[in-house]
């Protein structure tokens, strides 16, 4: 596409910035109703754990697999998640805390990681390392926090990491929206770095 044509296969922008407006919008919300959306998030998540179960359970069903034990094994795995799914939707509450602790663990793991990663680094590549290292510390300061304020933060992390989530994604659809519109016009878009 030279400068002076314009991309008529390009979608149009104003969609897309609506769309990044909307999620903009909806996270804002979010954040001040995070204890709703975690329990919407995780019940969300347990109909799909049954969801799942059900489909593989039918597919269990459907299958003419007839090596020994196979079809007893899918069955369980079906069962389980299905089972786990009820567990949610039983006491979504129980379900967020211990969800939030795994979250937490993540972080604590993640930021272990990078700051390994920045310690090995060091000599070579400063900037990057330096990077991973304020990276790691602020995963590690977020699994400590997280976990100090527990159970009491399972109401309200992943909530919060949602909306952070849709806020983020609405921007980037936002700067989509005009880098498309830009190129629709035939004007050019500078490159993204890499």
Do not use: C
């Amino acid at each position: 596409m030279t400068a002076s044509t314009p991309d008529s296969t390009l979608p149009d922008w104003r969609v897309t910035l609506a769309f990044g407006l909307l999620l903009i919008v909806l996270g804002t919300v979010g954040l001040y109703l995070s204890v709703f959306v975690t329990l919407a998030s995780v019940l969300l998540f347990g109909g799909f754990l049954i969801a799942g179960g059900v489909l593989h359970g039918i597919e269990v069903f459907r299958k003419q697999d007839r090596r020994k034990g196979t079809r007893l094994e899918n069955l369980l795995i079906a069962l389980i998640y299905i089972g786990m799914g009820l567990l949610i939707a039983y006491d979504p509450v129980a379900a967020s805390a211990g969800l939030t602790l795994m979250i937490a663990g993540l972080f604590a793991a993640m930021g272990a990681i990078r700051l390994t990663h920045a310690w090995q680094r060091r000599n070579e590549a400063r900037g990057e390392a330096a990077w991973h290292a304020v990276s790691g510390i602020i995963e590690l300061a977020l699994a400590l926090i997280i976990t100090l304020h527990w159970p009491i933060s399972g109401l309200w992390v992943i909530g919060l990491l949602v909306s952070v989530e849709m806020i983020m994604n609405g921007w980037l659809l936002v700067f989509a929206a005009f880098a498309i519109r830009k190129a629709a016009r035939g004007e050019s878009v500078p490159a993204a770095a890499g």
